[in-house]
């Protein structure tokens, strides 16, 4: 039997040390933020900022942690991200123009990754290695395999705060190329504040959702109202996206106990986990929790395998024929297309499944509507006008899927803000939209 803890030891480095392996033109991958690895990134960082090694880029996804690349453009052209999808760093790191986006679905990017990209390094933040060798990336492994089986080297930074998911991907030791250990708290969103506004949109898609249903919830404040308002349903199934702490509430009160999903019952399942530390708390050694590849849980054909498939959703913005844009505002970048279309789809496709996108019917202290005539200027659009199912603002619910034009732009007119219905409406009838 080999000994796992030997071979640890013999590739035990400090961040210093793998930043020092570093050459030019090196392509770095890391999935989502969770499981970002910022020890060694900011090492490799400051070794590039006092070198001559340039023309670094990191792939990665909902930026976790402030990393250098990301803060500023003083490494631009040394060491620059590229996004899959964006929090903030890389947010003002794209429209800075010292980082670069591939836009895509977020079900398609193993895939992608597979194709197209060789990795000189994958890097990532796991869990202890346990008594087999094997070391859990935890709260992420949505493209993770993918970038592994692409990647020249595995740099790996053991947490001991870093949850293990019995489920999911796993990296053995003998796979690893360099070790560095870094403990430290895991990374946080600060707590959403559910106003009066999100809690009458929450409530009135909590109504849709019978007892027995699967649910994807996403993040903010209209999702962790919807979740609040879920806490008196039965038997409830969550197969999502990303795993937020409205679902720790769910399971925990009982709400939610996957017992009626037709696949993977009894087991919630996810892709990634962000949020808080109660998440990270509740998948550490849950046998009731799987992490999945996103190529997997985000195939439409998949989601709607299970009945009744409720999905929930964001927007910046919709246009009269329905067209939803999620990811920026005008020209001015904001995240990515992620899985919103995924779970349309696949909700769409379920047995008695429904999909909202839901949004507050204003923006900038009640100055713009988000339900336009016609898109902002340089709006990307992510789920189409074909897509869309069910609109939802606190003024209440428009069913798309299926109608004319003339009864779409009817009903979103009736749920925008009462301030800007009589504009809505006049310029749609010049348009001819309405008859």
Not at 119 to 148: K, N, R
Not at 208 to 228: E, H, K
Not at 252 to 268: D, F, L, M, P, V
Not at 407 to 423: G, M, T, V, Y
């Amino acid at each position: 039997m080999a000994d796992y803890k030997a071979i640890y030891q013999q590739k035990l480095k400090t961040a210093a040390q793998v930043a020092e392996m570093v050459e030019s033109g090196w392509v770095f991958g890391m999935d989502a933020a969770p499981t970002q690895a910022d020890g060694i990134m900011n090492a490799i960082a400051e070794h590039v900022r006092n070198s001559d090694v340039k023309g670094l880029k990191v792939h990665l996804m909902l930026d976790g942690y402030p990393f250098p690349f990301l803060a500023d453009d003083s490494l631009d052209g040394k060491m620059n991200g590229v996004s899959w999808f964006s929090g903030g760093g890389l947010r003002k790191a794209v429209n800075g123009g010292y980082a670069d986006l591939i836009p895509g679905y977020y079900r398609d990017f193993p895939g992608v990754i597979r194709r197209m990209y060789e990795y000189d390094a994958y890097v990532v933040s796991v869990s202890p290695m346990d008594s087999h060798g094997y070391f859990s990336l935890a709260t992420s492994t949505s493209y993770s395999q993918a970038m592994i089986d692409k990647a020249k080297r595995i740099f790996v930074e053991v947490n001991e705060k870093q949850p293990r998911c019995l489920c999911g991907t796993q990296l053995h030791v003998s796979e690893v190329t360099a070790i560095v250990e870094n403990t430290h708290d895991m990374p946080v969103l600060p707590p959403t504040k559910i106003d009066e506004t999100s809690k009458i949109i929450g409530g009135y898609i909590a109504e849709q959702i019978p007892d027995g249903a699967c649910i994807q919830l996403g993040i903010g404040a209209i999702p962790d109202a919807v979740g609040a308002a879920l806490m008196t349903k039965k038997d409830l199934g969550i197969h999502t996206e990303m795993f937020t702490t409205s679902m720790v509430d769910l399971l925990e009160s009982g709400a939610a106990n996957n017992s009626k999903k037709q696949i993977h019952r009894g087991k919630t399942v996810t892709t990634f986990a962000f949020g808080s530390q109660r998440i990270y708390d509740f998948i550490n050694d849950n046998p009731c929790f799987e992490i999945l590849p996103v190529d997997y849980v985000n195939d439409p054909d998949v989601i709607c395998q299970n009945d009744n498939f409720i999905s929930i959703n964001a927007a910046l913005e919709v246009d009269l024929f329905g067209q939803v844009c999620a990811e920026s505002v005008g020209t001015k970048h904001m995240s990515g297309s992620g899985g919103q279309v995924d779970y349309v789809r696949g909700a769409c496709q379920s047995k008695g499944g429904k999909s909202f996108i839901a949004f507050t019917s204003t923006a900038k202290g009640g100055t713009i509507s988000k339900i336009k005539n016609i898109l902002t200027p340089g709006a990307i659009v992510t789920t189409s006008k074909n897509d869309v199912d069910y609109i939802v603002t606190e003024y209440g619910i428009a069913h798309l899927r299926g109608e004319t034009l003339s009864s779409r732009a009817k009903q979103l007119i009736a749920i925008a803000h009462p301030d800007f219905r009589d504009e809505l409406k006049f310029d749609a009838k010049k348009r001819g939209i309405i008859i």
